[in-house]
């Protein structure tokens, strides 16, 4: 199918996981959401690692490493948590619900390494195509994984994001708020000023199964 056959509902099992060990007052994400992709994860060809798709592989691997020692560990979860709370001046509580998610990411990342305790970037970029390509990616970690990032950046829980949650993700990933300001407007699609998990769920299924050079 073709992305410019527009906004057709393509449902697929992606419900939000319960791992929040705080109860937070929230609506939206709270109740179960069924990730709506404008087009389906299986529905894109495999992917090969073009030096294109490699590159966008590279800059979100270096998002990552936070502290820029070449390696994804625990540690750079725990700065990016702490960077989050530090820009939003968030409370103890909200702060520890953020930093527990984050650190729920990093478990789920290393688990599937074997609970390596660091990746390198050739490591990641190795292992990325036929990761991307298994079906059970496509389907059910790949979903698990947009519902898990969109719940540690919704901060007030309310089931968006708003454009202060995203500057504060930025800023925990040392990207310019200009560039913060871009990505923003790329994500929403509608421009109605905030992000829902199915225009996340679109900007990323479009990131890391397009190999098209324009694409970027
Ligand atoms: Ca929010
Ligand atoms: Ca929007």
Same mark, same amino acid.
């Given at each position: 199918?073709?992305?410019?056959?527009?906004?057709?509902?393509?449902?697929?099992?992606?419900?939000?996981?319960?791992?929040?060990?705080?109860?937070?007052?929230?609506?939206?994400?709270?109740?179960?959401?069924?990730?709506?992709?404008?087009?389906?994860?299986?529905?894109?060809?495999?992917?090969?690692?073009?030096?294109?798709?490699?590159?966008?592989?590279?800059?979100?691997?270096?998002?990552?490493?936070?502290?820029?020692?070449?390696?994804?560990?625990?540690?750079?979860?725990?700065?990016?948590?702490?960077?989050?709370?530090?820009?939003?001046?968030?409370?103890?509580?909200?702060?520890?619900?953020?930093?527990? $998610?984050?650190?729920?990411?990093?478990?789920?990342?290393?688990?599937?390494?074997?609970?390596?305790?660091?990746?390198?970037?050739?490591?990641?970029?190795?292992?990325?195509?036929?990761?991307?390509? $298994?079906?059970?990616?496509?389907?059910?970690?790949?979903?698990?994984?947009?519902?898990?990032?969109?719940?540690?950046?919704?901060?007030?829980?309310?089931?968006?994001?708003?454009?202060?949650?995203?500057?504060?993700?930025?800023?925990?990933?040392?990207?310019?708020?200009?560039?913060? $300001?871009?990505?923003?407007?790329?994500?929403?699609?509608?421009?109605?000023?905030?992000?829902?998990?199915? #225009?996340?769920?679109?900007?990323?299924? #479009?990131?890391?199964?397009?190999?098209?050079?324009?694409?970027?």
């Amino acid at each position: 199918m073709s992305s410019t056959q527009g906004w057709r509902k393509v449902v697929q099992h992606g419900l939000v996981p319960k791992f929040s060990p705080l109860i937070l007052p929230a609506r939206g994400l709270k109740k179960k959401h069924v990730i709506q992709f404008r087009k389906a994860p299986v529905e894109y060809p495999p992917v090969t690692g073009t030096e294109n798709w490699r590159r966008k592989m590279r800059t979100c691997f270096r998002c990552f490493d936070v502290n820029g020692a070449g390696y994804i560990t625990k540690e750079d979860f725990l700065i990016s948590a702490k960077r989050i709370a530090d820009y939003l001046d968030l409370n103890d509580e909200r702060a520890e619900h953020m930093l527990y $998610q984050r650190i729920s990411m990093w478990d789920l990342i290393s688990k599937r390494k074997e609970g390596a305790s660091k990746i390198s970037e050739e490591e990641c970029l190795k292992s990325a195509p036929m990761v991307f390509n $298994q079906r059970s990616c496509r389907i059910e970690s790949f979903p698990l994984q947009i519902s898990m990032h969109f719940t540690s950046v919704d901060l007030d829980s309310d089931g968006l994001i708003s454009r202060d949650e995203q500057k504060a993700l930025a800023y925990s990933f040392n990207v310019s708020e200009k560039d913060s $300001q871009k990505v923003f407007d790329l994500l929403d699609i509608d421009k109605d000023g905030v992000i829902t998990i199915d #225009e996340i769920a679109h900007a990323f299924a #479009e990131f890391f199964f397009t190999e098209d050079p324009n694409n970027t």
